[in-house]
């Protein structure tokens, strides 16, 4: 089994969200033949805690117009590992230094990557550089 179109689709649209708010190193893995809960992890690094719930907010912002809401958030208090469930997609919104220490990409090297397409400009950039 692999991930749905949906699943996919929603991790691409938290991906980019992460992306305009400066997160780096965003990662999408294919759970769904080694977890029932699940389909796509989303790993998103930043650089410090108020840039990770920046991110977080972004991702939520974005999903949210969508009409996705996360149906758990866990870590926001601390800020250096956020997590948003939205069932079909987890996202994990880290602090680089958390990142380093747990290593999910380690954890899940064998399952395969999802293509995100993300583009790290930011939006306000683009459309400067389409004039």
């Known amino acids: 089994m692999s991930a749905t179109e949906n699943a996919i689709t929603i991790a691409k649209l ?9 997160g780096t190193d ?3 893995f294919d759970v769904s033949d080694h977890l029932a809960i699940t389909d796509i992890f989303l790993v998103v690094s930043a650089s410090n805690e108020r840039q990770v719930g920046a991110v977080v907010d972004g991702v939520e912002e ?4 969508h009409q996705i809401k996360p149906v758990r958030r866990e870590g926001d208090r601390e800020n250096r590992w956020v997590l948003l469930d ?3 997609v987890v996202v994990h919104v880290q602090h680089t230094e958390e990142r ?3 290593s999910l990409e ?3 090297k064998d ?4 293509e995100l397409d993300v583009n790290y400009g930011r ?8 004039a």
């Open 62 to 65: 974005q999903l949210l117009k």
């Open 111 to 114: 399952c395969p990557h999802i």
């Open 106 to 108: 380690r954890l899940w």
């Open 86 to 88: 939205y069932i079909d």
């Open 26 to 28: 965003i990662v999408a």
């Open 123 to 130: 939006p306000d950039e683009a459309d400067q550089s389409q």
């Open 14 to 22: 938290a991906a980019q969200a992460a992306a305009d708010k400066l």
């Open 100 to 102: 380093e220490l747990y």
